[in-house]
């Protein structure tokens, strides 16, 4: 299976917002609400920032904010803030009954 | 809180079969519905799900490593394990175990053991 397709790198100035992309097909983000975003500090394991395409866990600032439309999710982070500086990954549930992440993101607070 | 621990050897010769183990505390694994899986990523590479399970056995494989991976389930023990077998040194990587979420989530990960393959 084939990774979800994320843009290598995205940049933005404290404050500011910025919005993630990430491509799949309709097997599997186009055919399921099932879409997670995960950010990841350098040496650090993936910490969950939001699943079922928008749902926040307890603890997550609103900052952060997810979304899909057709075969695209998309992370959106407001207010940008030095700490956000990570990478990032999504995952979709699949038609084949597995699990495919994306290529990752590279967030830099300029 | 729920908390999960990888462990097992941090080096395996190439071919050979490379085996981990993630301890769970803080809850039952048997609880809920729940699946538990295992995630690697190579060395400044992305996230490739492993496979996962369910306190009944039940496993989900990914197809590009299907024929190679076995996972398994001790619920007496509250652990899961993973073997990979015909181990390269592609195989190479950080690898996490996680609790997966009724929409497929993965929360929370374990801290990540590196397993290097090399003679």
């Known amino acids: 299976q084939s990774a979800l397709t994320q843009p290598a790198s995205v940049s933005g100035s404290p404050g500011q917002s910025i919005t993630i992309s990430c491509t799949g097909t309709?097997?599997?983000?186009?055919?399921?609400?099932?879409v997670s975003w995960y950010q990841q500090h350098p040496g650090k394991a993936p910490k969950l920032l939001i699943y079922?395409?928008?749902d926040r866990p307890s603890g997550v600032p609103d900052r952060f904010s997810g979304s899909k439309s057709g075969n695209t999710a998309s992370l959106s982070i407001s207010g940008l803030q030095a700490e956000d500086e990570a990478d990032y990954y999504c995952?979709?549930?699949?038609?084949?009954?597995?699990?495919?992440f994306g290529s990752g993101t590279k967030v830099t607070v300029l | 809180q729920l908390q999960l621990q990888e462990s097992g050897s941090g080096l395996v010769n190439p071919s050979q079969t490379l085996s981990l183990t993630c301890g769970v505390s803080?809850?039952?694994?048997?609880?809920?519905?729940?699946?538990w899986a295992w995630i690697r990523q190579p060395p400044g590479k992305g996230l490739e799900w492993i496979g996962d399970?369910?306190?009944?056995?039940?496993?989900y494989n990914n197809p590009s490593l299907k024929s190679r991976v076995t996972i398994s389930v001790d619920t007496s023990k509250n652990q899961f394990s993973l073997r990979l077998t015909s181990v390269t040194a592609a195989d190479t990587a950080v690898y996490y175990c996680?609790?997966?979420?009724?929409?497929?989530?993965?929360?929370?990960w374990g801290q990540g053991t590196l397993v290097a393959v090399s003679s």
């Open positions: 996680a609790r997966g979420g009724p929409t497929g989530e993965f929360d929370p």
């Open positions: 803080g809850d039952s694994i048997s609880s809920g519905t729940y699946s």
């Open positions: 399970i369910y306190h009944s056995g039940t496993t």
């Open positions: 309709s097997s599997d983000i186009g055919s399921y609400n099932y």
């Open positions: 079922a395409v928008s």
């Open positions: 995952s979709s549930y699949t038609s084949q009954i597995t699990q495919v």
